[in-house]
């Protein structure tokens, strides 16, 4: 057992480590009950805290932009990175185990690197977002509307449960520094003191611009009294509380965006088809065991309501029973320790009045919340409980069972009998974060999925195929939306880009082109384009929005048709039998291939000679708008569409709108073309 030596906990407000002066409170190792730290933040000034962080930290945000942000977090996570053992020291303190804190420490950084690498991938090196394409509004092309998406000019408030200290935080901040709005944390008490430790670690980088994140140790007193309609709060915890921060006047008042992730009700559904001895059935039985132990069962992912087949309802019991028998419980730093205690001896108390709760709609078939036996560390004086299976014969007559919520290592086994019933049962949690459904059988998958998805944020369907790669129940992924409907609050984290943009404000501009074009970045048709020296020749310093190059007129033959389908060996009908062709509705005839148009207008456009355009790396949305026949004369025109340069690089990524067109002017083929062009003139 590490020890610790306790510490007052500050707050990081207004560019100063703050210690309250109340009566501080005491927060205890969660496996042996000595005092960690203590706790306070009476009279932290939250008003001043607000203002600090829209006057200083959004400004200086905005002016960055969103690859500048990229790579700020990109850097606070690997030098995290490399000093993570002392978080991982301290998170035992949590009753976590090792493996408990890698979910909480390396997942929380891994997070802030997947936003970082994920910035710059998929977003433009520029101060604002464009969102859809843009809508033409007059036939004239003289007006036209584009949305936009900017940075909320308020400060992002992040209230936090105690389960996960360091991801908890990161998988918020991440993406909402990514978007160019502050944030000001505040952790639950409980755990507080390793959410603290990471701060100031970032905090001594000296990364982030003043005012960026604050963080509030202690009672988050009125700061939410302050919230404005550019303002944004967000809550990870218990539903009822959540409920209760909606209600605040000020996020009523104003229109505060608010998000919020409850605890829910998860399932984990075993397929008609999973019967014992096959595969699906083994992968059930160690992911609901797994999800019952791991962080013991403190997880709002975690699988709470087992739901099964009539038949295999017996087996499945004694297999979970088995498995969990073999749940070595214990001081988390123990390396034999599987499972480590729950947070507070307050919290066993809660789990244990929530276990007789839910016996009420069925018995205990594994476990005993009253008798606790660990392997090592004090079963009284640390926060330990075992791992508690109920079995709820007759789902449909209960009511606990689907409202009750015991967290810790508590799930409720439960019968159905056919997927609809299956799917009525899952449904019954009134809005989930994860259901899974673990089945081979893709009509039961398909019947499933289709019914628990309204209810749920995210369904996980496992099978032999992906067990090896799957990254479980139980596991929110940067990539993927993290949230749920009803009872799980009606909120949405993560999901990639889409979290960035949780942190900005959608508006729709309306204007001539030209100053669409302006406002924009990125030109728009009905835009002038500018004519001169070919755009090819131009570094990025000298690129403008806008530039083009109107080619000279091809003629396509019915030699170039042939050749074309030869050297390619696409021989499809259309381009070589004129009889079959021409009873094709779309066509009326022999037609030039697609590519072949494409291939052409390339060779219209470019430049052969060497020059700061380096690399073709790709073409988007290519359409093809009219069949072009022999003796048809093509022109293209390219115009230089966007321009994203690369922060690390000596090139950037230029977009040109590529349209090509026939004799009679009518459009043939559009696309965009995407270029890496250098920086400056060799």
């Given amino acids: 057992m590490t020890n610790i030596e306790p510490r007052q906990l500050e707050s990081w407000i207004c560019g100063e480590w703050f210690r309250g002066g109340g009566a501080p409170k005491q927060i205890r190792h969660a496996a042996t009950g000595a005092t960690v730290a203590t706790i306070d933040a009476t009279g932290a000034d939250y008003a001043a805290a607000m203002a600090y962080a829209r006057e200083k930290g959004g400004p200086a945000l905005r002016r960055m932009t969103f690859h500048q942000r990229a790579l700020m977090l990109k850097a606070i996570g690997q030098a995290l990175m490399e000093r993570k053992e002392e978080f991982y020291t301290l998170s035992t303190a949590t009753g976590a185990t090792r493996n408990d804190s890698w979910i909480d420490i390396d997942g929380g950084l891994g997070t802030l690197l997947n936003f970082g690498s994920r910035g710059r991938r998929e977003l433009p090196n520029t101060q604002l977002l464009l969102d859809g394409e843009v809508e033409m509004l007059a036939k004239d092309q003289t007006f036209a509307g584009q949305h936009i998406l900017s940075p909320l000019e308020g400060v992002a408030v992040h209230i936090n449960a105690y389960n996960f200290p360091c991801w908890g935080m990161l998988e918020k901040l991440a993406p909402t520094l990514l978007a160019g709005m502050p944030a000001i944390i505040k952790p639950a008490s409980q755990t507080a003191y390793l959410t603290e430790l990471m701060v100031r670690r970032i905090i001594e980088l000296d990364i982030l611009p003043e005012g960026a994140l604050q963080l509030i140790c202690g009672s988050a007193g009125d700061m939410l009294d302050h919230l404005t309609c550019q303002d944004v709060a967000t809550l990870t915890g218990s539903a009822a509380t959540g409920r209760k921060l909606r209600a605040h006047p000020a996020i009523i008042e104003n229109s505060v965006r608010f998000t919020m992730e409850a605890d829910s009700l998860n399932a984990a559904i075993l397929g008609a088809d999973a019967t014992p001895g096959t595969a699906e059935f083994d992968l059930f039985v160690k992911e609901v065991a797994r999800e019952m132990t791991v962080k013991a069962g403190q997880k709002c992912t975690a699988i709470r309501r087992i739901i099964a087949p009539r038949p295999v309802i017996e087996p499945l019991v004694e297999a979970l029973a088995a498995r969990l028998a073999k749940t070595v419980v214990g001081d988390p730093s123990d390396e034999a320790t599987r499972m480590g205690p729950l947070v507070s001896l ?93 089945t081979n059988d893709p009509t039961f998958a398909r019947e499933a999925v289709r019914g628990v998805a309204p209810l749920h944020g995210r369904v996980m369907i496992g099978n032999r195929i992906s067990a090896k790669s799957s990254t479980g129940h139980g596991s929110p992924l940067p990539m993927l939306v993290h949230g749920g409907p009803g009872r799980a609050g009606g909120g949405e984290e993560l999901g990639g880009v889409r979290a960035v943009k949780h942190y900005m404000q959608r508006t729709a501009i309306q204007g001539a082109p030209d100053l669409l074009t302006a406002v924009a970045g990125q030109w728009i048709k009905g835009s002038a384009r500018k004519e001169g020296a070919h755009p090819f020749r131009k570094s990025l310093a000298e690129l403008e929005i806008g530039d083009s190059v109107l080619t000279e007129a091809r003629t396509v033959t019915m030699a170039d048709i042939e050749h074309f389908a030869e050297f390619t060996g696409d021989t499809f009908y259309a381009h070589l039998d004129e009889e079959a062709a021409a009873a094709n509705q779309f066509f009326g005839g022999r037609v030039a291939h697609g590519y072949l148009i494409v291939s052409f207008a390339a060779g219209l456009f470019v430049d052969p000679a060497p020059g700061p355009v380096l690399a073709n790396y790709g073409v988007d949305s290519l359409r093809f708008a009219k069949p072009v026949k022999p003796g048809d004369s093509l022109r293209a025109c390219l115009i230089c569409k966007q321009i994203n340069p690369r922060e690390t690089n000596d090139y950037g990524e230029v977009r040109w709108d590529c349209t090509v067109t026939n004799q009679e002017d009518e459009l043939v083929a559009q696309y965009d073309v995407l270029t890496l062009v250098a920086k400056t003139a060799a």
């Fill in 346 to 438: 307050a919290q066993r108390e809660e789990v244990r009045q929530r276990v007789a709760e839910l016996a009420q709609d069925g018995e205990i078939v594994v476990g005993d919340p009253g008798a606790v036996s660990v392997a090592s560390g004090d079963s009284e004086a640390g926060a330990f409980l075992n791992p508690i299976l109920l079995h709820c014969a007759k789902p449909f007559a209960a009511q606990a069972a689907h409202d009750v919520e015991a967290f810790g290592p508590v799930s409720t086994v439960m019968p159905y009998d056919s997927v609809e019933e299956a799917v009525a049962l899952a449904r019954r949690g009134l809005g989930s974060l994860v259901t899974s459904v673990f």
